[in-house]
């Protein structure tokens, strides 16, 4: 079955170190990836999306992610984290039934101490 | 400011009331998609369109729920009779096509509390 796992679900951070979000995935073929950040009280944003090709995708604000076959992983990464950095973080994958309705992490918050 | 307006931002029913909210999809999207967020940040596939034309449901929105899309009208997402378990953030999402490498864009949400 299709399914993605977020492992963790709270990660405190500092503010200017760096950041890594996990996301494991299971899917049969080849799996369009997406991350997601959510604002208090918003809707979803796009940060970065993996479609088949190079394996490390650049985002907005600075962030990127790795997607591994082998390990059927798609992490993300932030090199120095902001304090507006402070959301929760979600990892998605496009479905491959009728209408391509996407599966979802249940999110991994960060917050971010001074 | 996103480009899928949905309306209205909190909604509060009773028990056994019906919920309504709408959702405008971003202009050239043909493909619009309702999900469910709860408390626990778990999402759930409603129902999705293209066009007018469903494309896909599940059973829960078969029996509880009506969706539409109509013609030059919002989109619409409706619960019969609401139940406390309802609670959650509605959010609806478009997309320019179908295809598998397709993009979304999602709207702020609905938050309905039922009482």
């Known amino acids: 079955a299709q399914s993605v796992t977020q492992p963790d679900a709270r990660v405190t951070v500092s503010e200017g170190a760096s950041l890594q979000l996990r996301c494991k995935y299971s899917?049969?073929?080849?799996?369009?990836l997406f991350w997601y950040v959510q604002y208090p009280r918003q809707g979803l944003q796009l940060l970065l999306k993996?479609?088949?090709?190079?394996?490390v995708v650049q985002g907005v604000n600075g962030f990127e992610a790795e997607f591994s076959k082998s390990n059927s992983s798609f992490h993300l990464r932030k090199a120095s984290v902001h304090w507006s950095d402070w959301a929760v973080y979600f990892c998605?994958?496009?479905?491959?039934?009728?209408?391509?309705?996407?599966?979802f992490g249940t999110g991994t918050t960060v917050s971010v101490s001074p | 400011n996103s480009k899928v307006i949905q309306t209205p931002r909190y909604l509060v029913k009773g028990q056994g009331q019906k919920a309504k909210m709408r959702c405008i999809p971003e202009?050239?999207?043909?493909?619009v998609f309702w999900y469910q967020q709860n408390k626990n940040n778990e999402f759930k596939f409603l129902i999705n369109?293209?066009?007018?034309?469903?494309?896909?449901q599940i059973d829960m929105t078969e029996k509880r729920f009506s969706a539409e899309c109509p013609s030059n009208s919002p989109c619409s997402l409706e619960i019969q009779s609401s139940e406390a378990g309802d609670s959650a953030l509605y959010l609806c999402?478009?997309?320019?096509?179908?295809?598998?490498?397709?993009?979304?864009?999602f709207g702020s949400g609905t938050r309905l509390l039922v009482i």
């Open positions: 999402a478009s997309s320019p096509h179908r295809g598998a490498n397709s993009d979304y864009t």
């Open positions: 369109f293209q066009n007018q034309e469903v494309l896909q």
């Open positions: 202009k050239g999207h043909p493909v």
């Open positions: 998605a994958v496009s479905t491959y039934q009728g209408g391509r309705a996407l599966i």
């Open positions: 993996y479609y088949p090709g190079d394996p």
């Open positions: 899917y049969f073929g080849t799996p369009y």
